[in-house]
């Protein structure tokens, strides 16, 4: 049995989850797998994604997967990153289809025509370091911030974001240039937009902080 399964299904940055997970957790059992068991059995998940929601949607099923991630999202401790953040939530407008439902919300695009404070027109896909506020929702600092600054930089490369009207969902949040939420947690469950794998010595941070933590 693994002390960590990182879902495979053909669409992440699978080789720099492994590689920072190795180098958070060197005493500890990672497995990168497709094989719904070895994720049922694993003490902890990581959910990763990059690429398009229908593309992801579709290999995870191909793979047989959905069942074992849903469980290991209700019952384990579990990160979703990226990809893997959008879809757990209800409905994306990316393909106009259905996410797994685990969260309530949806995953909606960036405006076309984007603009900052100065009238500089932004790039979407929004790519690169942004400053990620911990906290929007809840009244108490989650497990995982532990030893991350307030207003710390992280990686992000994505088109879409997720809106949902649980606020107490809401973990972090950061703005491009209007706010979106960019972190989510509910029990045993956390899940960001950003790539903690690629953000250097916070991204560590944080997911050191996962694979101590014991969610109640």
Request: a positive charge; hydrophobic letters at 45%.
């Given at each position: 049995m693994a002390d960590i399964a990182v879902v495979d299904y053909g669409m992440g940055n699978l080789r720099s989850v492994h590689q920072a997970l190795r180098k958070v957790a060197p005493d500890a059992s990672i497995v990168v797998t497709d094989d719904p068991c070895v994720v049922a059995q694993a003490t902890r998940v990581v959910f990763p994604g990059q690429g398009a929601m229908p593309d992801c949607m579709r290999e995870m099923d191909a793979r047989?997967?959905?069942?074992?991630?849903?469980?290991?999202?209700?019952?384990?401790?579990?990160?979703?990153?990226?990809?893997?953040?959008?879809?757990?939530?209800?409905?994306?407008?990316?393909g106009d289809i259905?996410?797994?439902?685990?969260?309530?919300?949806?995953?909606?695009?960036?405006?076309?025509h984007l603009r900052d404070e100065r009238g500089v027109k932004l790039k979407v896909p929004h790519m690169g370091w942004n400053q990620v506020h911990q906290g929007c929702g809840s009244?108490?600092?989650?497990?995982?911030?532990?030893?991350i600054a307030q207003d710390a930089r992280f990686y992000f490369v994505h088109s879409y974001y997720v809106q949902?009207?649980?606020?107490?969902?809401?973990?972090?949040?950061?703005?491009?240039?209007?706010?979106?939420?960019?972190?989510?947690?509910?029990?045993?469950?956390?899940?960001?937009?950003?790539?903690?794998?690629?953000?250097?010595?916070?991204?560590?941070?944080?997911l050191k902080n996962f694979v101590n933590w014991n969610p109640v």
């Open positions: 047989g997967l959905r069942t074992a991630v849903l469980e290991a999202a209700k019952s384990k401790p579990f990160l979703g990153i990226c990809i893997g953040l959008q879809m757990l939530f209800e409905h994306s407008a990316e259905p996410g797994l439902g685990v969260l309530p919300g949806r995953v909606v695009r960036f405006a076309a009244a108490h600092e989650h497990p995982l911030w532990q030893g949902t009207d649980d606020a107490q969902l809401v973990q972090a949040g950061s703005s491009y240039p209007q706010p979106f939420t960019c972190a989510v947690a509910r029990g045993n469950l956390f899940a960001v937009q950003f790539h903690p794998e690629k953000s250097a010595r916070d991204g560590l941070r944080l």
